[in-house]
Nanobody
Framework: QLQLVQSGGGSVQAGGSLRLSCAAS?????????MGWFRQRPGKEREGIAT???????PWYADSVLGQANISVDDKKNVFLQMNEVNSEDTAMYYC????????????????????WGQGTQVTVSA
């Protein structure tokens, strides 16, 4: 059973960068996963930021973070998120999520599609 443990986050100054990591364990050898980063602002639904298909190494990005975010995955299925030039709108709880499968890795309806989640990490952007 795949498990995800997040690290990184915390307080970041506006205009700075953040890097989040998600360590995977229990990976099925040879299996393909959709993995991604999602965030939830207070009073808002969880939204997709970036996803990636581990077999094809193909990423998808939300329009709101195009050019700002970069998702990557290594050969152990650890997944990373780098975001540059953060601002107050990036303040949120960030989650990594995954499900076993191939093809397109959706950004929408994450709670319906992604069934494995990290514990979440708070990112607060300060002026």
């Amino acid at each position: 059973q795949l498990q995800l443990v997040q690290s990184g986050g915390g307080s970041v100054q506006a205009g700075g960068s953040l890097r989040l990591s998600c360590a995977a364990s229990g990976v099925v050898p040879g299996a393909s996963y959709c993995m991604g980063w999602f965030r939830q602002r207070p009073g808002k639904e969880r939204e997709g930021i970036a996803t990636i298909n581990t077999y094809r190494n193909s990423p998808w990005y939300a329009d709101s973070v195009l050019g700002q975010a970069n998702i990557s995955v290594d050969d152990k299925k650890n997944v990373f998120l780098q975001m540059n030039e953060v601002n107050s709108e990036d303040t949120a709880m960030y989650y990594c999520g995954a499900f076993r499968g191939g093809g397109v890795c959706p950004l929408i309806d994450p709670l319906k599609l992604y069934d494995i989640w990290g514990q979440g990490t708070q990112v607060t952007v300060s002026a």
